[in-house]
C-alpha cells in the first residue's frame, strides 16, 4: 500500500488528477480554504476524514469546471473553484443535519443493527432494509419480528465470524460481515485485488456514435457547468445518490430510478432526492425496461450504484448499454470493486468498516477498551460519491474533447468501490495515538441546539412536498456560476420518465 501519509488535500486532487489524464493546469484555479487546519483532527477520528473530504468534493468540482471548458466554455479558462475546508466536512454529514417540517432526519438503523458477538470475534448486521432484517433473523432461526439484541447475541454466539459471513452474504445474499483487524484484511486476497487509487476510467468502443453536444443557451443567471447533461441514476444509498445530486448542483438533468421492490427509507431519501426528478422501474418488467433502455438511448450518464452482476443478470452490462448508446457514459459504484473474489458481494459502508480493519485500528487508536468504534461519519460512502462524480466529470471532458477532434466517440466505464475509498483513506495515515478523538467536533450543535455563525451561512431553507426544509448548500463554488438545486425532494415515483432538458 502506498505511503500518502505527508499529503495535503491538494496533494490528493493532484495525484487522482493527474490519473484521470486531466490539464494539469486547471489545478491552478483549485482554492482550498482551511488546508493548513489538518495538521490536527477536526473530527473526533484517528484517520485523516478532513483530508478526504476536500479532497474528493473539490476533484468533484474541478471536474465539473473542466468539463464545462470543453462543452461550451474556454479550454483555457478554468473558472476558480473553491471547497472550504469545513462547509466540506459538513457535507460529509449532510444526511444528519437536514430538518424537515420542524423534525430532524428519521432514523434508518433497525433494532437489530450493529455489532453482535460470535464463537470467536464480533460480526457486524446491517438491517437498514427490511429484507435483509428479515433474512437475518430467519438465518439465525428467529422469528422475523424480533427486536431482541440479546437473543440475537445468543445465535450469532453459535456461530464463527466468516463462517456467518460467508453464508450471509454468499449463500444468502444478506449484509452480515465478520469484524477484522487490518492484518486480517491484508491476508484476505481481495485486499490485493484493489486498484491503487479509488477511481478508474477506460474507454470501452463498441461502435460508431455521436454523442449529444453541448447545450445551447448556457448564458443566464442560473448557469451551471453541466447544464443539459443528461444522468440516469439507477441506485439506492449513499454513495450514487451523493453523485447524483452532485451532477445536479453542476446543472446536470438527474433522472433518479428506484425499484419499487425496494422501501423507502425516508431520511435518507429526503437528502438526497434534492436536484433530482424521482422514477420507479421495475426491470424485471418488460413495459419498465422498455422505457429504461429508451432513457439509455438518450442519456449521457447512466449511474448504477445496485450489487454487481444485478443489471447484468438482466442483459444491461456495460457492454449491452453501450451498444444501446455507443457514446454512452456508465459509473459503476461497488463495494469491493470490479476485481476479485469478492467483486460480486454486496456490502455498505459500515460493512466495509468493519472488513478492512478500520473499527478495529479506529477502536485501539481510541483507546477506550472497545473492540470496534465506526467512523463518525459515512466517510467512504461520501468519497466514493464525490469521486464518481469526478469520474464522470472526467469521462465527460475526454468524450467531448474526442468529439472537438473529430475523434470516434467510444463509450466510457468509470469504476469506484467503498474499499478502494477505504484503502486510499488507510494510505493517508492515522494521527498519533488517541490524538485523533482530542480536539474540538465543531460539526456537534451547541448547547441550545444552534450552530455557530459560521455554519449558518452554509445552510439555506426551501419548501418541498414534505414541508420546509433545512438543509446544507453544496460545499463546493465556482467562479462565475451557480452550484445549488432548484428541484426540492419529491416523493419517490413521482416524475415522469423523460428528459426535461432538449
Not at 282 to 290: H, R, Y
Not at 374 to 384: E, K, T
Amino acid at each position: 500500500m502506498a505511503d500518502r501519509s505527508a499529503f495535503t488535500p491538494f496533494d490528493i486532487v493532484s495525484e487522482i488528477w493527474t490519473h484521470l489524464d486531466l490539464p494539469p493546469s486547471a489545478l491552478s484555479s483549485l482554492s482550498l480554504p482551511g488546508a493548513s487546519e489538518l495538521i490536527r483532527p477536526v473530527v473526533p477520528s484517528s484517520f485523516k476524514i478532513g483530508h478526504l473530504a476536500q479532497s474528493t468534493i473539490a476533484l468533484s468540482a474541478l471536474g465539473a469546471a473542466v468539463a464545462h471548458s470543453v462543452r461550451g466554455g474556454s479550454p483555457s479558462d478554468i473558472p476558480r473553484t473553491t471547497v472550504p475546508l469545513r462547509h466540506a466536512l459538513l457535507e460529509f454529514q449532510c444526511e444528519r443535519l437536514y430538518v424537515l417540517a420542524g423534525r430532524p432526519p428519521a432514523e434508518t438503523w433497525g433494532p437489530i443493527g450493529g455489532l453482535h458477538p460470535t464463537a470467536d470475534g464480533y460480526v457486524r448486521i446491517h438491517d437498514a432494509f427490511p429484507h435483509h432484517r428479515r433474512g437475518a433473523l430467519a438465518l439465525l432461526g428467529l422469528p422475523e419480528t424480533c427486536a431482541d439484541r440479546d437473543a440475537v447475541d445468543e445465535r450469532t454466539r453459535m456461530w464463527k465470524s466468516v463462517e456467518l459471513e460467508t453464508v450471509a452474504v454468499e449463500q444468502k445474499g444478506l449484509a452480515i460481515y465478520a469484524l477484522r483487524s487490518f492484518a486480517q484484511w491484508d491476508a484476505q486476497p481481495q485486499a490485493r485485488a484493489l486498484a491503487n487509487l479509488p477511481v478508474n476510467i477506460r474507454r470501452v468502443d463498441v461502435g460508431p456514435s455521436s454523442p449529444r453536444g453541448p447545450k445551447d443557451g448556457l448564458d443566464g443567471p442560473n448557469q451551471r457547468c453541466l447544464s443539459g447533461l443528461r444522468v440516469l441514476e439507477f441506485s439506492r444509498v449513499i454513495v450514487a445518490p451523493v453523485a447524483g445530486k452532485t451532477l445536479a448542483a453542476h446543472g446536470a438533468d438527474v433522472l433518479w430510478v428506484t425499484s419499487p421492490r425496494l422501501p423507502d427509507l425516508p431520511g435518507l431519501d429526503r437528502e438526497f432526492a434534492r436536484g433530482k426528478r424521482s422514477i420507479q422501474l421495475g426491470l424485471d418488467i418488460s413495459d419498465d425496461k422498455v422505457k429504461f433502455l429508451k432513457l439509455v438511448r438518450s442519456a449521457d450518464v447512466v449511474i448504477q450504484g445496485y450489487r454487481p452482476g444485478s443489471l447484468a443478470a438482466r442483459g444491461l452490462d456495460a457492454e449491452e448499454l453501450g451498444k444501446v448508446n455507443p457514446g454512452v457514459i456508465i459509473a459503476n459504484l461497488s463495494a469491493f470493486g470490479p476485481q476479485g473474489e469478492w467483486r460480486g458481494r454486496r456490502g455498505f459502508d459500515s460493512l466495509v468498516q468493519t472488513a478492512s480493519g478500520i473499527n478495529v485500528s479506529e477502536a485501539e487508536h481510541c483507546g477506550g477498551g472497545e473492540v470496534a468504534r465506526a467512523l463518525p461519519c459515512q466517510a467512504l460512502d461520501h468519497g466514493a460519491g464525490f469521486l464518481l462524480a469526478a469520474g464522470v466529470c472526467a469521462a465527460v471532458y475526454h468524450r467531448e474533447k474526442d468529439r472537438s477532434e473529430g475523434k470516434n466517440v467510444g463509450a466510457y466505464v468509470v469504476d469506484v468501490s467503498l474499499a478502494g475509498v477505504m484503502k486510499y483513506l488507510r494510505g493517508l495515515g492515522q494521527y498519533e495515538g488517541r490524538s485523533g478523538f482530542e480536539g474540538d467536533d465543531f460539526t456537534v450543535l451547541g448547547a441550545n441546539g444552534e450552530r455557530i455563525e459560521e455554519e449558518k451561512a452554509f445552510f439555506e431553507t426551501r419548501h418541498t412536498a414534505f414541508g420546509e426544509m433545512t438543509f446544507l448548500r453544496h460545499s463546493a463554488s465556482i467562479e462565475g456560476f451557480e452550484p445549488g438545486w432548484d428541484l426540492m425532494p419529491t416523493p419517490l415515483g413521482s416524475g415522469e420518465a423523460v428528459w426535461s432538458s432538449s
